[in-house]
Structure formats: structure tokens, C-alpha cells
């Protein structure tokens, strides 16, 4: 099956490297799709980019506690392409694939390492669309690639240009580990925190 990126969405805490790897993406042919703060950073290096409220049919809301948290988001994501009732699904809901997630999370520990960090402040930290973008692109790693550490953008970029704009199901399979180590970790944290101060 072919599992060129045609669609990507960032949405990303760490902007280093993001302008030149969506750049990279788009020469190659994928749509971006994006929200909040990196599309402000993508449009101004630059690049055409779809907001996801486009996408949702809602806008960004609750402070931007809900952004991403979707069917038209997630039913892209974790749509099996080998499944003729969920491509039949998709299109009955005018869903189109996602083919590549690039997320990271709030950055929790530094928060809460901060001099003066409040409980609020603590909690306002807690990412939940990151998380579940990561895990359902993980788990759905056959047919999406997962992106979470800026350290592997030249590498997908390098991937993608010799093979025609695809990631190999090895390399998919590699970075759907990787997600679910950052998850665990993340949430690690979160419990470690959150039993400190009981």
C-alpha cells in the first residue's frame, strides 16, 4: 500500500527545526495542517497552512484547552487504509487520512521546576490533545508516521526524498516506539508531581 505523505498536522511546544521541516514536507507535495501557535510560526516562515478548525468545523476553544480533540481529526489519524469499511467510513463523513503527526508536548517538567510554580500553573501544563494525537498516531503506525523529536526531522526528510515522499513501515514502526516512551515518561512526570503534593 502506498504510504506517501499526502497530509501532515504539527502541532508542536519545541519550534526548533519545524519551519524547514514543513518546508521540506510541502516541496514534497503534503498539505499542512496546524494550529495555534505553529501556524502563526509556519505562515511566517512562509508556508501555507490549514488551520485545524478548518478541518474540525469548530474553532480553537476553552483557552485552547480543546484544539484537536476531533472525528475529523482523530478518524484521519487512526483509519485503517487496508479497511474497506473505514475508507468507506471516512468518506461517508468527508474525513480525509492524516498520514503524518508531528507533536510534542507541553513542557511539564520545566514548568513545575520553575521557581514560584503554582499548582494552577501545574496543572495548565498538562497536555491532552498532544498525548492522545501521539498515541492514536502510534498506535495506528501502519499507515501514519509519528513525529515526536525534532532530532528526527532530516532524517524523514532524507527518507521521503529518496523513496518518492514516503516513510518506511521500519521507520514508522521505530518512531511509533519512540512516541509511546515519550508518553510513558510524560506521564510519569505528571504522577510523580501530582503525588507530591497530596
Do not use: W
Not at 501556524?39 to 485545524?52: F, I
Not at 468527508?94 to 501545574?122: S, W
Not at 515526536?148 to 521500519?170: H, K, N, Q, W
Amino acid at each position: 500500500m502506498d504510504h506517501k505523505i499526502m497530509r501532515a498536522l504539527l502541532s508542536v511546544t519545541d519550534k526548533s527545526g519545524l519551519v524547514e521541516f514543513a518546508k521540506g514536507l510541502a516541496e514534497m507535495g503534503a498539505t499542512i495542517i496546524s494550529t495555534g501557535g505553529t501556524a502563526k510560526a509556519l505562515r511566517a516562515g512562509g508556508l501555507e497552512v490549514v488551520d485545524v478548525a478548518e478541518v474540525t468545523g469548530f474553532p480553537e476553544m476553552l483557552d485552547g484547552r480543546v484544539k484537536t480533540l476531533h472525528p475529523r481529526v482523530h478518524g484521519g489519524i487512526l483509519a485503517r487504509r487496508d479497511d474497506p469499511s473505514h475508507r468507506a467510513q471516512l468518506a461517508e463523513h468527508h474525513i480525509a487520512p492524516i498520514d503524518l503527526v508531528c507533536v510534542n508536548l507541553y513542557a511539564f517538567e520545566a514548568t513545575v521546576a520553575r521557581e514560584g510554580c503554582t499548582f494552577a500553573d501545574a496543572i495548565e501544563n498538562i497536555d491532552i490533545g498532544g498525548p492522545c494525537l501521539i498515541r492514536a498516531s502510534a498506535k495506528n503506525h501502519n499507515d501514519v508516521a509519528v513525529v515526536t523529536d525534532p532530532s528526527d526531522y532530516a532524517g524523514i526528510l532524507a527518507e521521503m526524498r529518496a523513496s518518492g515522499g514516503e516513510v518506511s513501515l521500519a521507520t514508522r514502526r521505530r518512531l511509533a516506539a519512540k512516541a509511546f516512551r515519550l508518553t510513558n515518561r510524560y506521564d510519569r512526570a505528571i504522577a510523580d508531581y501530582m503525588e507530591r503534593q497530596v
